[in-house]
C-alpha cells in the first residue's frame, strides 16, 4: 500500500494538473493500492510548514519508507514513476 499526500494550492493551474496527473498515475499503476491524501495549503498552511511544504504542488510519498518528495505539477511521470517505486 502506498500512502500519498498531495499539496496544492486551492485551484492554481499548476495544482489542477498536478491532481488530474496523479489520478491517472494512480488509475494505470496502482489500481487501488494507494491511499492519497489532498492537502490545500491555503486552508491549512500549518501543516504545511510542519510537512517542509514550501512550494506547491509537492507530493510526498508518505510510505513505503524511505519516504520521497516530488515537487511540480507531476507531468513527467516517468520521473514521478520512479520517485514513487513503481515499475512501468
Known amino acids: 500500500m502506498l500512502v500519498l499526500c498531495l499539496?496544492?494550492?486551492?485551484?492554481?493551474?499548476?495544482?489542477?494538473?498536478?491532481?488530474?496527473?496523479?489520478a491517472e498515475i494512480c488509475k494505470r499503476h496502482l489500481h487501488g493500492r494507494f491511499k492519497?491524501?489532498?492537502?490545500?495549503?491555503?486552508?491549512?498552511p500549518l501543516r504545511a510548514?510542519?510537512?517542509?511544504?514550501l512550494v506547491t504542488p509537492s507530493?510526498?510519498?508518505v510510505s513505503p519508507s524511505p519516504g520521497a518528495k516530488?515537487?511540480?505539477d507531476l507531468?513527467?511521470?516517468a520521473n514521478v514513476l520512479q520517485a514513487l517505486g513503481i515499475k512501468e
Do not use: M, Q, W
Request: proline share 3%; hydrophobic share 50%.
Open 70 to 72: 516530488i515537487v511540480g
Open 7 to 22: 499539496y496544492i494550492a486551492r485551484d492554481a493551474p499548476n495544482s489542477i494538473r498536478a491532481v488530474a496527473n496523479l
Open 49 to 53: 510548514l510542519k510537512d517542509g511544504i
Open 36 to 44: 492519497l491524501e489532498i492537502v490545500d495549503v491555503l486552508k491549512s
Open 59 to 61: 507530493l510526498l510519498r
Open 75 to 77: 507531468s513527467d511521470r
